[in-house]
């Protein structure tokens, strides 16, 4: 029995909208539920344990749907052999990430949220590692590897799908950053997804991301604590 084309095309781009909606409807509902009812303003361990949690059970099943429900081979997502250079180019990577965002936002005079910035900082260092370490490999896998790889099918387009994905992981900040402070998050957004797409390597790029953040919340408060 000879299967239809159109209906097996049909199906598979139902599929690929439904781990879309994994990828990126599903983590940022609370919190966004919680901001638009004006109850989403306040922060907690018991909020940030909670996520660290759900964003993990998220990124295995966004690997489950590749392998299971896709029946594709990760590499379709960007994860590739590790190689000798993908740490320290990644490294590399995030730090002129850092400072070149960093160099725009000073001279766009854009403010970043210090509230936000200030809850981070007071948790328990572990706790801060598991949110470099989460968000290096759970955001990567949802806006770079998976949405940005199965748009750029849909679209036939990869600079359309980079765009988008772009404003899907700025715009899934706005519930703890805030509206006013979202353009800083975009500059870094755009940056880190030229980087997947010159080399469409995920694990570079979770190497990356996780180097920005760790600057950001464990490197440079470590360096002034000692001064």
């Known amino acids: 029995m000879r299967t239809d084309p159109a209906l097996s ?3 598979a781009a139902w599929i690929t909208a439904a781990g879309l909606c994994v990828a990126l409807v599903i983590p940022v509902l609370p919190a966004l539920v919680g901001w638009l009812l004006n109850r989403g303003t306040g922060f907690s361990t018991n909020r940030v344990g909670w996520g660290l949690v759900v964003h993990w059970l998220i990124f295995a099943t966004i690997l489950a749907w590749v392998v299971l429900i896709e029946h594709r081979d990760l590499a379709s997502i960007g994860i590739r052999p590790i190689r000798w250079w993908t740490a320290p180019l990644g ?62 099918s849909l679209l036939e387009s990869k600079w ?23 353009l ?23 190497v990356a991301h996780a180097t920005v953040d760790a600057i950001s919340i464990l490197i440079v408060p470590a360096i002034g604590g000692f001064r």
């Open 160 to 182: 359309l799908a980079g765009g988008i994905t772009v404003l899907c992981f700025a715009s899934a900040h706005i519930p703890t950053v805030g509206l006013e402070h979202i």
């Open 184 to 206: 800083p998050v975009l500059i870094v957004s755009i940056f880190v997804t030229l980087l997947y797409l010159w080399r469409r390597d995920l694990v570079l790029n979770m």
């Open 9 to 11: 095309h049909c199906k």
């Open 91 to 152: 490294l590399f990577a995030g730090t002129v990430i850092l400072a070149v965002s960093g160099i725009l936002i000073e001279l766009l005079h854009l403010s970043s949220d210090t509230r936000f910035a200030g809850y981070l900082l007071s948790l328990p260092w572990p706790t801060r590692l598991m949110l470099v370490v989460t968000a290096g490999v759970f955001e990567e896998t949802a806006y770079r590897g998976y949405a940005l790889e199965r748009l750029a």
